[in-house]
């Protein structure tokens, strides 16, 4: 308890001393409460701006959610992988040219082709034996590619282990971005057993584009490999995301994906990270979010990515108002706290004033009473060697006098007319002689540095003796008339008050040496 008593003590005298502090200098506080109120502005302002921007973030990931399905719609769920699927299941033709040493684009299988082609809007449609070779194709190009080995192509085998498959890769012959849609093609009416062939379908990037430029945003389709194969920004195409380095140029180099694109020179890095969040880029500062768009490619899944500037959605002075209210609170708030501390400041000013005037007036009593007690202690002396006496006695008490002498005036000087503790004063001094002649000669008190060793006087004890620190003299006067002069050896210098206190006493002494 006493220790909490005493922290509570400390953290008072602490808060008055600040108190004291603003209340002297306002416009070092005023200064503080501007640097708060910007710091404020600042951290409202950005706190603001990062809501802003975390809530575009969120709409973002959504926005990139539907789009993803929206490319799923447009790809491995759509209407022309469907129809693909079905050939490769219900068409006894096709079935029989994936599996029989038949002549390649019967006319009938031809026309079938051509009559899907054509209807789902592509660029072409084969059909690709078990041993890995087209046999019978459509192209809208007039250029078939019967015999063409695709052995090797990841849409064959993935479609021959049982998977429908999307493959975007960059043609070798024609140099352009396709779509390849690819499904079995079963021996039976059923998904059972091993697939026998498989159906390709050739589209062109137009829907994809599309739905990547539809949001206004920056957007990408990005391979497993980390290569832009398409984007709304057409001078990021081809641009590898993240850090170039000789093993993932090998490996992209290696799948054969991109056609001839990258077989003379590496890939561009992208000039910004697509790390989902906030990213740096260009100079300008992006949301970024992402989806999967799972496509079956053995090498991974792809990622549709959407980059929106926040400069435009969330631009520089979209944290003002709240800054500005931010700073007005602050400022409010510090003209009211200024305004209690002067209020307080005010309160404590007038109680140190009471308590100042309290003591004056204690101690104005007590000089009182102590002249009282002067006044009495003379009056009860039954002569005026006596009352002079008794007058040095009471310095004593009072002042700290050591020793004193008080002189009498005469028509010749000062004669000795009492002393306290003094060896041998001189029995006379004349006007003008020492320092108490001077002082009776020029009627002004005087406090004399005794000087230590230099003093004349000499403080004496049974013990031995010592110089005093300082010497009170002062003459005796009333109503003009010069009645004697008093002399005092303090051990130290008097206090101002003490030297008033003893000036006013010499009033009531030069009563008592009229008597």
Same mark, same amino acid.
């Given at each position: 308890?006493?220790?909490? *008593? ?23 506080? %005023? ?25 575009? *973030? ?113 043609? *070798? ?49 990005? #391979?497993?490999?980390?290569? &832009? $194969? ?5 001078? %990021? ?17 290696? &799948? ?38 799972? %496509? ?33 609170? &602050? ?67 009072? $002042?700290?006098?050591?020793?004193? #002498? ?50 004349? %006087? ?44 003893? *000036? ?12």
């Amino acid at each position: 308890m006493l220790v909490l *008593l005493f922290d509570n003590i400390s953290f008072l005298k602490f808060a008055m001393l600040v108190i004291e502090r603003i209340a002297k200098y306002p416009l070092r506080a %005023w200064a503080v409460v501007t640097l708060l109120a910007v710091a404020a502005a600042l951290l409202a302002g950005s706190s603001y701006r990062a809501r802003m921007e975390q809530g575009r *973030l969120e709409l973002l990931n959504i926005d990139v959610q539907r789009d993803a399905i929206a490319a799923m719609s447009l790809t491995l769920d759509s209407n022309l992988m469907g129809a693909i699927s079905l050939l490769g299941l219900i068409e006894p033709d096709i079935k029989k040219e994936s599996t029989g040493p038949i002549p390649a684009n019967q006319p009938n299988i031809s026309a079938l082709l051509e009559n899907v082609g054509r209807a789902q809007h592509i660029q072409g449609l084969f059909v690709v034996g078990r041993d890995g070779f087209v046999k019978s194709s459509w192209d809208d190009s007039g250029k078939p590619s019967t015999g063409i080995d695709v052995r090797f192509r990841p849409y064959y085998k993935e479609a021959m282990a049982g998977r429908n498959n999307i493959y975007a890769a960059i043609s *070798l012959a024609r140099g352009d971005h396709a779509l390849y849609f690819a499904a079995p093609v079963y021996a039976g009416m059923a998904r059972r057993g091993d697939p026998v062939g498989v159906v390709v379908a050739r589209t062109d990037m137009e829907k994809l584009e599309r739905l990547l430029a539809r949001s206004g945003q920056a957007a990408i389709l990005l #391979s497993p490999q980390g290569v &832009v $194969f398409a984007s709304s920004r057409r001078e %990021w195409r081809g641009m590898l995301a993240g850090e170039v380095t000789p093993a993932r140029v090998a490996e992209i180099r290696a &799948v054969r994906q991109f056609g001839k694109l990258f077989d003379e020179k590496a890939p561009r890095t992208l000039p910004l990270g697509l790390v989902p969040g906030m990213v740096q880029g260009e100079g300008r500062h992006y949301a970024v979010a992402s989806a999967v768009v799972d %496509w079956n490619d053995p090498s991974g899944s792809w990622k549709l990515v959407v980059l929106e500037d926040l400069g435009q959605s969330v631009p520089v002075g979209t944290g003002v108002p709240a800054a500005s209210m931010a700073a007005a609170v &602050v400022v409010l708030l510090g003209a009211a706290g200024m305004r209690a501390v002067r209020s307080q400041a005010a309160q404590q000013r007038a109680h140190l004033e009471l308590e100042r005037v309290a003591q004056e007036q204690a101690l104005r009593a007590e000089r009182k009473m102590q002249l009282a007690q002067v006044a009495l202690q003379m009056q009860q002396a039954p002569d005026r060697h006596a009352r002079l006496t008794a007058f040095l006695d009471q310095c004593h008490q009072l $002042f700290g006098a050591m020793q004193g #002498s008080i002189y009498a005036a005469d028509a010749d000087g000062l004669a000795l007319a009492a002393s306290y503790a003094s060896s041998v004063p001189p029995e006379r001094l004349a006007l003008g002689e020492g320092l108490l002649g001077q002082c009776a000669l020029e009627r002004k008190a005087r406090i004399v540095d005794a000087g230590g060793a230099n003093a004349a %006087w000499s403080i004496r004890s049974g013990l031995g003796s010592a110089a005093p620190g300082a010497l009170l003299l002062a003459p005796v006067q009333l109503s003009g008339r010069l009645l004697g002069a008093v002399e005092l050896a303090l051990p130290q210098m008097p206090e101002a008050a003490a030297h008033e206190q003893f *000036l006013a006493a010499l009033d009531l002494l030069a009563i008592n040496m009229t008597e």
